[in-house]
């Protein structure tokens, strides 16, 4: 089966930096994406990787390392508006449109 | 504006009284898929299409129908809601290729169904 970790919290405080973390396991990999949700608010798109290496979408970045199975997303100078939760997600190989979610990540960012 | 329409945005309603939940996107995707998102157990897929009239179970398809009679629309049918089924609902939809499914998923605002 496909399943993927991710820390369920994080705290950081305005201007810094944060890494979020995302382990995945799948029979199949197309690639992993990073999706961002407000409270009670739609999931919108962030970033995607499908090879190795570091995606950079102004403020931020995914990292992917297929041979770890491991990706990060990492947001730079963070603001009070970032505070938000965070899922990476992977394609069910079985079903070419299905996305498998991680249980997401908090990021409380403090002034 | 390209987006996913879901209405309505918050229902409360009682056991038993059939209800619809609609979709609409205006970007021509192929693939329109529902999730429910719960506390504890993330977004999980109760059912998708990968064009009219095609449509498949997801992972918790139980007590929910749905329809793809027009490319648009994916309207989510609960015929005899139940409280187990009170939960947060999204809609999205994507293109339909080996990537673009990762890419471009879109989702509607959400529903918020109580079923008391």
């Known amino acids: 089966g496909q399943s993927l970790e991710q820390p369920s919290e994080v705290t950081a405080v305005e201007g810094a930096i944060v890494q979020i973390n995302c382990t995945y396991q799948?029979?199949?990999?197309?690639?992993l994406s990073w999706y961002q949700q407000h409270d009670g608010g739609a999931p919108t798109f962030l970033s995607y990787?499908?090879?190795?290496g570091l995606e950079e979408t102004g403020r931020f970045s995914s990292f992917l390392s297929r041979s770890d199975s491991y990706g990060y997303l990492l947001l730079q100078e963070l603001q009070m508006k970032d505070s938000a939760s965070y899922f990476c997600?992977?394609?069910?190989?079985?079903?070419?449109?299905?996305?498998?979610f991680g249980q997401g990540t908090t990021l409380q960012v403090k002034p | 504006e390209a987006q996913v329409t879901q209405n309505p945005r918050y229902l409360i309603t009682v056991t038993g009284k059939k209800l619809t939940v609609t979709c609409s996107q205006n970007?021509?995707?192929?693939?329109m898929s529902w999730y429910r998102q719960d506390p504890g157990l993330g977004l999980r897929q109760i059912y998708y299409s990968m064009n009219v009239e095609v449509t498949d179970k997801g992972d918790v398809p139980e007590g929910y129908k749905v329809s793809r009679k027009e490319k648009r629309n994916f309207p989510l049918i609960l015929e005899s809601p139940s409280p187990n089924q009170t939960s947060l609902y999204f809609c999205?939809?994507?293109?339909?290729?080996?990537?673009?499914?990762?890419?471009?998923?879109?989702f509607g605002s959400g529903t918020r169904l109580t079923v008391v």
């Open positions: 997600a992977v394609r069910d190989p079985g079903n070419t449109g299905k996305l498998i």
């Open positions: 999205a939809s994507s293109l339909y290729s080996r990537d673009r499914g990762l890419r471009g998923y879109t």
């Open positions: 799948t029979s199949g990999f197309y690639g």
């Open positions: 990787n499908a090879l190795d």
């Open positions: 970007m021509n995707h192929e693939y």
